[in-house]
T-cell receptor
Framework: GQSLEQPSEVTAVEGAIVQINCTYQ??????LSWYQQHDGGAPTFLSY????GLEETGRFSSFLSRSDSYGYLLLQELQMKDSASYFC????????????FGAGTQVVVTP | DAGITQSPRHKVTETGTPVTLRCHQT?????MYWYRQDPGHGLRLIHY???????DKGEVSDGYSVSRSKTEDFLLTLESATSSQTSVYFC??????????????FGSGTRLTVV
């Protein structure tokens, strides 16, 4: 089958660094995406890794290793506003552009 | 902001009644999607559309139908609402499946309660 697994919750203090892991199973996919969702809000696109390695966008970085079927989202210099749910997602090569999501990781930032 | 709106934002309906949710976009994007979000399940695809009158099923399509008669509108209908369809429904749009960053844009969601 095809699936994405993430931890359900991560807690960290303001200013710290948090890594959200995503392990996946699929026979083929185009790349790994990350979305952020605040409580009561819409998911918003954060990043995409088509190739192995690290992509950096400001305080957020995303990493992909196809050989390990693994990716992560790194949140640096945590701020209270980073408290949200984070989802990894992919489009498999047999799914005609349909994005499949993991169950999400809730990040709780404490003062 | 991307022009995508969902209506209604909240709805309470009775079991067995039909319900239609609307997604409207002003971006002229070809691809539109309906997802439902439930605790512990992330977002699950119900139906999607790859053009006017072109739709297909997602992973949780039972009990739902869709229609797309115009590029800008994608309707989701619960044919006979059940309590298991109580959920938050999100519409999303994307410009092209060739755009490999897959940056979907989501609407604000419709919170549906079936009593």
């Amino acid at each position: 089958g095809q699936s994405l697994e993430q931890p359900s919750e991560v807690t960290a203090v303001e200013g710290a660094i948090v890594q959200i892991n995503c392990t996946y199973q699929t026979s083929g996919f185009y790349g790994l995406s990350w979305y952020q969702q605040h409580d009561g809000g819409a998911p918003t696109f954060l990043s995409y890794n088509a190739l192995d390695g690290l992509e950096e966008t400001g305080r957020f970085s995303s990493f992909l290793s196809r050989s390990d079927s693994y990716g992560y989202l790194l949140l640096q210099e945590l701020q209270m506003k980073d408290s949200a749910s984070y989802f990894c997602a992919f489009v498999t090569t047999d799914s005609w552009g349909k994005l499949q999501f993991g169950a999400g990781t809730q990040v709780v930032v404490t003062p | 902001d991307a022009g995508i709106t969902q209506s209604p934002r909240h709805k309470v309906t009775e079991t067995g009644t039909p319900v239609t949710l609307r997604c409207h976009q002003t971006e002229n994007h070809r691809y539109m999607y309906w997802y439902r979000q439930d605790p512990g399940h992330g977002l699950r695809l119900i139906h999607y559309s790859y053009g006017v009158k072109d739709t297909d099923k997602g992973e949780v399509s039972d009990g739902y139908s869709v229609s797309r008669s115009k590029t800008e509108d994608f309707l989701l209908t619960l044919e006979s609402a059940t309590s298991s369809q109580t959920s938050v429904y999100f519409c999303a749009i994307s410009e092209s499946t060739l755009r490999r960053d897959y940056g979907y844009t989501f609407g604000s969601g419709t919170r549906l309660t079936v009593v």
